[in-house]
């Protein structure tokens, strides 16, 4: 899978290597955009700050959102990609180490497409990127404004 924009925002870089590794053991190797908190997501997808000049109507074809972060926190993000409508219909999953039963909520109340819980062993990490990579950009359909 070549080709697709894939977003990641994670702020721990342990996290940020363990994703790119399984990304490249799953043989997705779309280009990846790493930002390491949230109003740098938001400046990657509005084309503000360090992106200013970036065609914000290119959206990721997938974000990897962590709910964690500094600045902006991940559901204040997301909260942003659903009342903008370049970003409205973009894929967005959480991929966080919370399964607090109030994060879910709140991941979903906000508008993500899926939530997912870090794994903590690195094969089954490696598996669910996997599995997340080829369901979001090869099997989904998405929608006609996400490229």
């Not at 559901?75 to 180490?97: K, N, Q, Y």
């Not at 497409?113 to 690195?122: G, Q, W």
């Not at 094969?123 to 080829?134: C, D, I, K």
Request: hydrophobic share 40%; aromatic share 6%; with cysteine.
């Amino acid at each position: 899978m070549r080709g697709k924009t894939i977003l990641l925002v994670e702020d721990n870089p342990s996290d940020i290597e363990l994703t790119k590794r399984a990304l490249d053991k799953g043989h997705i190797r779309g280009p990846l955009v790493v930002t390491s908190d949230g109003q740098e997501a938001l400046d990657y997808l509005y084309g503000g700050g360090a992106y200013a000049g970036r065609d914000a109507s290119a959206c990721p074809a997938l974000t990897l959102l962590d709910l964690k972060l500094p600045k902006v926190s991940g559901l204040d993000v997301l909260r942003r990609i659903r009342s903008e409508a370049v970003t409205r219909r973009m894929p967005v999953v959480i991929l966080t180490s919370s399964g607090e039963e109030r994060d879910i909520a709140a991941g979903y109340d906000r508008g993500a497409n899926s939530y997912i819980r870090k794994p903590v062993e690195f094969e089954q990490f490696a598996r669910s990127v996997t599995q997340l990579g080829l369901y979001w950009l090869a099997l989904n359909e998405a929608p006609p404004d996400v490229r």
